[in-house]
């Protein structure tokens, strides 16, 4: 196996590389490693690699449908491209997955312009928006109505047991938008005066609940309390076509040491990294095809995902 996806398996665990979409670019890049650094000699041999990659990278973080999505549409990529292309030149065979898995990217590329564009559109000037964890997709559409002028105040949680609130008040901070952390349970004295809680996504499953960063959905039930908006801002490659089937989105438990080094004897301690947040908390997912509600998401994104 190459050293370079080693590396990136490596810092998917230890959320050196974190979010759905980073960890999803991360497994891309991982793909185009497996191919170059290949020493198979035939194409078959260079397909074998690929998918024994393929199914390590999967395995890193299991609560993550939009890597798995873009490695299955990477398996269905090399099988057909063999099973097509009359060549064997296993260069040219290499040379057709890079292409294909830079395409990946380009159209992540592409759907997160546009989903900012949505997002950016929706929020007004002299908002409070409420946010959680980090999520490069909700901090690109702050980041973007910041500069079309749009003047607004965000609340970030800091997110136990990582923190990764800081990740996301250090970004906004740099870009010039007003940013308070707050500890996880005090946003409750935030959402009094919030107008629209933003988060990101993981996961949606085939009834548009949410799967997100543990506490979501105690914000949901807050936001729901005090009657503000919340959206979720995610790729419809978020959504796990296998749920349409009865399959539940697995969520991932990290070691309990994360939370507490040295527990005393007796004390159990608990770290799930998600939660599932019920669709009827959420007003919409804010995506790259446009707002959409919690109940239409799932037959919207199954076409894209499987291309019809
Ligand atoms: C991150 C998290 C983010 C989503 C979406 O959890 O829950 O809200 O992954 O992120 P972790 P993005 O830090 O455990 O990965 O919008 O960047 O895809």
């Not at 548009?208 to 807050?222: C, E, F, P, R, Y």
């Amino acid at each position: 196996m190459s050293r370079r996806v080693d590396q990136t398996i490596k810092d998917i665990k230890s959320l050196k590389i974190q979010g759905a979409r980073n960890v999803a670019k991360a497994g891309v890049r991982a793909i185009m490693y497996a191919v170059e650094d290949s020493k198979a000699t035939t194409v078959n041999g260079v397909k074998a690699d690929v998918v024994k990659a393929v199914l390590k990278i999967s395995g890193a973080r299991p609560t993550e449908p939009m890597l798995r999505n873009y490695l299955d549409e990477t398996v269905a990529f090399v099988t057909s491209e063999i099973a097509t292309v009359k060549t064997r030149s296993v260069k040219r065979f290499k040379d057709s997955v890079i292409k294909s898995e830079n395409e990946y990217l380009d159209r992540m590329k592409s759907d997160i312009g546009k989903l900012k564009d949505y997002g950016a559109t929706l929020l007004t000037s002299g908002m409070t928006v409420v946010t959680h964890c980090h999520s490069s997709t909700v901090t690109g559409v702050i980041m973007e109505a910041h500069k079309r002028g749009k003047k607004l105040k965000v609340i970030a949680c800091e997110t136990r047991p990582r923190y990764q609130g800081r990740i996301t008040a250090t970004e906004l901070a740099r870009a010039g938008i007003e940013v308070t952390l707050t500890v996880d349970m005090g946003v409750a004295n935030y959402l009094k005066k919030a107008d629209i809680v933003l988060v990101g996504a993981d996961a949606i499953n085939s009834t548009g609940d949410l799967i997100n960063k543990v506490g979501t959905s105690g914000l949901a039930h807050l936001a729901r309390m005090y009657n503000v908006s919340f959206f979720s801002c995610a790729e419809t490659y978020k959504y796990d076509p296998l749920t349409l089937y009865g399959v539940r989105e697995k969520i991932e438990e990290r070691n309990p040491k994360e939370v507490w080094e040295k527990p005393p004897k007796k004390v159990n301690v608990s770290n799930p990294a998600f939660d599932v947040t019920a669709a009827r908390y959420i007003n919409g997912y804010i995506t790259e095809m446009g707002v959409i509600s919690p109940s239409a998401l799932s037959s919207i994104a199954k076409k894209k995902i499987e291309g019809e």
